[in-house]
């Protein structure tokens, strides 16, 4: 970008944190001393099996965490006659999972994948009483004495943090059921990053009926390092954690800008361009009404999401959106009604791999290949002394506003 326009320019980006020096030590202190509830030694003394539900196993201090819980839970076995870690992923091979965890069926445990597909799986354990969302839940799960969720807190645009609750519901829970959430998540009312969202609490009812008892959360900076942890009875514990996340990732902008370059953060956040709409959100609150939102963004699979591209290129507006949901749900549907809000109040430029066609007929928005193209294409919008917002790893940012 020209230095004649430095001066017009701000650069947010989440806040960074000095890690944890020993981790290990961090978490066995935190189980020890958990947040509203005993220790994890004295759950486990009382009962004769545990299950470990692990969400985003992909992660590396996740991996870390679920390592060190299953060598602490080993030794402290005492009374207990069944193991079972649960792996909240569709798209994890076991053997892999396996040697990630230093093979933990070594150890007398069983590890399983949760396939939300398989009906066999899945056992009715109710409904939620608000809302009425069926509750399909693992039968692993359900017969434990001990249900404890591992998995991080990071920002949700939805619902405000994942964590906690979400260890059942997407966790552990059956197609039908996270399709009713999802539902929720495009009918109900919206405002971004509402940890009181319809959906929000629509999870926290589940996690209570299925009886999630403990969770081991932690909290990372947008680099990986750990900021926090959140151990203990899981509303407590995750509105602790839920806090720290907030305070790493919550920016207040100086101004509305004419201007925001949001950049997608590199796969997975910005492997389609569905999964880049939280990074647009956070443009759209950093922007005046008709200003541009310059979206850099890989994008290497395209549009993304089947029910995203129904609703968006079937749809003119949010509204219609919810309606084409309340007749004919498909995922993706959410994100859908963000994205008709965002453009119906702000010009969009795309930079990624997509062809121009498929940006400017599906999604509506101007296409470029290089950055600097879409900058000045952005100017030509908005006048040469416009004021710019640079959103560096604007995924894991929660507008301030």
């Given at each position: 970008?020209?230095?004649?326009?430095l001066?017009?320019?701000?650069?947010?980006?989440?806040?960074?944190?000095?890690?944890?020096?020993?981790?290990?030590?961090?978490?066995f202190?935190?189980?020890?001393?958990?947040?509203?509830?005993a220790?994890?030694?004295s759950?486990?003394?009382?009962?004769?099996?545990?299950?470990?539900?692990?969400?985003?196993?992909?992660?590396?201090?996740?991996?870390?965490?679920?390592?060190?819980?299953?060598r602490?839970?080993?030794?402290m076995?005492?009374n207990?006659?069944?193991?079972?870690v649960?792996?909240s992923?569709?798209?994890s091979?076991?053997?892999?999972?396996?040697?990630?965890?230093?093979n933990?069926?070594?150890?007398?445990?069983?590890?399983?994948?949760?396939?939300?597909?398989?009906?066999?799986?899945?056992?009715?354990?109710g409904?939620?009483?608000?809302?009425?969302?069926p509750?399909?839940?693992?039968?692993?799960?359900?017969?434990?004495?001990?249900?404890?969720?591992?998995?991080?807190?990071?920002?949700?645009l939805?619902?405000?943090?994942?964590?906690?609750?979400?260890?059942?519901?997407?966790?552990?829970?059956?197609?039908?059921?996270?399709r009713?959430?999802?539902?929720?998540q495009t009918?109900?009312?919206?405002?971004?990053?509402?940890?009181?969202?319809?959906?929000?609490?629509?999870?926290?009812?589940?996690?209570?009926?299925?009886?999630?008892?403990?969770?081991?959360?932690i909290?990372?900076?947008?680099?990986?390092?750990l900021?926090?942890?959140?151990?203990?009875?899981?509303?407590?514990?995750?509105?602790?954690?839920?806090?720290?996340?907030?305070?790493?990732?919550?920016?207040t902008?100086?101004?509305?800008?004419?201007?925001?370059?949001?950049?997608?953060?590199?796969?997975?956040?910005?492997?389609?361009?569905?999964?880049?709409i939280?990074?647009?959100?956070n443009?759209?609150?950093?922007?005046?009404?008709?200003?541009?939102?310059?979206?850099?963004?890989?994008?290497?699979?395209?549009?993304?999401?089947?029910?995203?591209?129904?609703?968006?290129?079937?749809?003119?507006?949010?509204?219609?959106?919810?309606?084409l949901a309340?007749n004919?749900?498909?995922?993706?549907?959410e994100?859908?009604?963000?994205?008709?809000?965002?453009?119906?109040?702000?010009?969009?430029?795309?930079?990624?791999?997509?062809?121009?066609?498929?940006?400017?007929?599906?999604?509506?928005?101007?296409?470029?290949?290089?950055?600097?193209?879409?900058?000045e294409?952005?100017?030509?919008?908005t006048?040469?002394?416009?004021?710019?917002?640079?959103?560096?790893?604007?995924?894991?940012?929660?507008?301030?506003?």
């Amino acid at each position: 970008m020209e230095n004649g326009t430095l001066s017009q320019m701000d650069r947010y980006e989440p806040r960074s944190v000095v890690g944890f020096q020993d981790i290990s030590k961090s978490i066995f202190r935190a189980i020890e001393s958990p947040v509203g509830c005993a220790s994890l030694s004295s759950l486990l003394s009382k009962c004769s099996s545990v299950c470990l539900v692990i969400e985003d196993i992909q992660n590396v201090l996740i991996q870390k965490v679920t390592r060190l819980l299953i060598r602490i839970i080993n030794n402290m076995r005492t009374n207990l006659k069944k193991m079972s870690v649960l792996i909240s992923s569709t798209s994890s091979n076991l053997a892999d999972i396996e040697a990630s965890l230093d093979n933990p069926s070594e150890l007398g445990m069983n590890v399983e994948i949760h396939d939300y597909r398989k009906t066999k799986q899945l056992i009715l354990a109710g409904s939620t009483p608000t809302h009425s969302t069926p509750l399909l839940l693992s039968k692993t799960f359900l017969s434990s004495d001990l249900r404890i969720g591992v998995g991080p807190i990071s920002p949700d645009l939805f619902i405000g943090a994942t964590g906690g609750r979400t260890a059942v519901v997407p966790g552990i829970a059956g197609e039908k059921t996270i399709r009713s959430n999802l539902k929720l998540q495009t009918t109900s009312p919206f405002s971004g990053y509402d940890s009181m969202s319809h959906a929000s609490k629509d999870m926290l009812e589940a996690a209570n009926i299925a009886g999630l008892d403990f969770i081991v959360n932690i909290v990372e900076d947008f680099q990986g390092n750990l900021a926090s942890i959140a151990v203990g009875e899981p509303e407590d514990a995750w509105d602790i954690g839920a806090k720290a996340c907030y305070n790493v990732a919550a920016i207040t902008p100086k101004k509305r800008y004419d201007i925001a370059v949001v950049c997608g953060g590199g796969t997975p956040y910005d492997q389609t361009f569905f999964d880049s709409i939280s990074s647009l959100y956070n443009g759209y609150q950093f922007t005046r009404h008709n200003g541009v939102i310059v979206l850099v963004a890989e994008c290497q699979d395209g549009v993304g999401s089947d029910g995203f591209i129904k609703a968006i290129t079937s749809t003119s507006s949010e509204t219609e959106v919810q309606l084409l949901a309340h007749n004919g749900f498909m995922s993706g549907m959410e994100r859908a009604r963000v994205y008709h809000r965002i453009i119906s109040q702000r010009n969009i430029i795309v930079c990624s791999r997509m062809s121009h066609a498929l940006v400017e007929e599906k999604l509506r928005a101007d296409s470029v290949r290089d950055p600097q193209e879409g900058f000045e294409l952005a100017r030509q919008i908005t006048g040469t002394k416009s004021d710019i917002a640079v959103l560096e790893n604007s995924h894991w940012i929660i507008p301030r506003i």
